[in-house]
């Protein structure tokens, strides 16, 4: 029996945890996942069980956009490299620890956004609407899902840390990890959901000192591009559902 059909469009305030479990919906990290390693669809929609250790870049977007999951999923150790004290054992146990000269990144990392004086990042921050989940069907009836970091005045802000915002390596770094499907697959999802075709942009900060921030904006011909290349990774993977077949490994 077919799946009953979803709603064209529709967009969900839920706590990360319940977007990822919905493996009904296809991820631009599924769909990056199918790319590059070639397993079959049906297993890179699986949830991953795997263990993984939270990176200074997942502890900066929850300071940033969630604080209360930055709460409930960071323990900050004291200048003595302690935990707090009066903290049940498991809730320790549950929480990724950050030490001091982590928490000191993250600080300076949250301030250098904050005051980037190249767009009005902080108040697209306060005001826009944060990790909104966004759900849609195409035309073919597979389904997509996304969760823009920040959507305000009709700008998508997705922040990336990086070892270097420079435009040409900060470039690379989006071919490497195949940012630009994740942004023409965000830019359908909202212009779907609003009727208004948004701008994207990236908000670079460096890991280093003295944690630089740069903000690229994708332009209109960089757009196109990055919705040809998603056109035809769509493509690749809608064949290979139709028969489960792994795809060939993208270089």
């Given amino acids: 029996m077919s799946p009953d059909p979803a709603p064209q469009c529709f967009s969900r305030r839920e706590p990360l945890a319940e977007y990822l479990a919905r493996t009904d919906f296809v991820s631009s990290s599924a769909l990056r996942r199918f790319l590059r390693t070639g397993r079959p669809p049906s297993e890179v929609l699986a949830p991953d069980q795997t263990p993984r250790e939270a990176s200074l870049g997942d502890a900066l977007h929850a300071l940033l956009l969630e604080p209360e999951r930055f709460d409930e999923t960071f323990l900050r150790l004291d200048a003595d490299s302690k935990a707090p004290q009066g903290l049940a054992l498991d809730t320790l146990m549950a929480r990724t620890w950050l030490s001091p000269s982590e928490c000191l990144a993250l600080k300076a990392m949250r301030k250098a956004v904050l005051y980037c004086s190249r767009a009005p990042i902080a108040r697209w ?51 490497r990890f195949g940012y630009d499907l994740q942004a023409a697959l965000y830019v359908e999802g909202v212009t779907r959901l609003t009727g208004r075709r948004p701008r994207f942009m990236y908000v670079a900060v460096e890991t280093s000192r003295p944690h630089a921030v740069w903000v690229h904006e994708l332009g ?27 795809a060939a490994v993208a270089p």
């Fill in 125 to 175: 921050l306060e005001q826009g609407e944060k990790e909104l989940s966004i759900y849609w069907t195409d035309a073919q009836g597979e389904r997509w899902k996304g969760r823009p970091d920040c959507l305000a005045d009709d700008v998508i802000l997705e922040l990336k840390t990086t070892a270097d915002v420079r435009t040409a390596r900060f470039a690379r770094t989006r071919h």
């Fill in 220 to 246: 209109a011909e960089e757009l196109a591009g990055a919705a040809q290349r998603l056109h035809e990774a769509r493509e690749r993977f809608r064949r290979a559902r139709a028969g489960d077949a792994p």
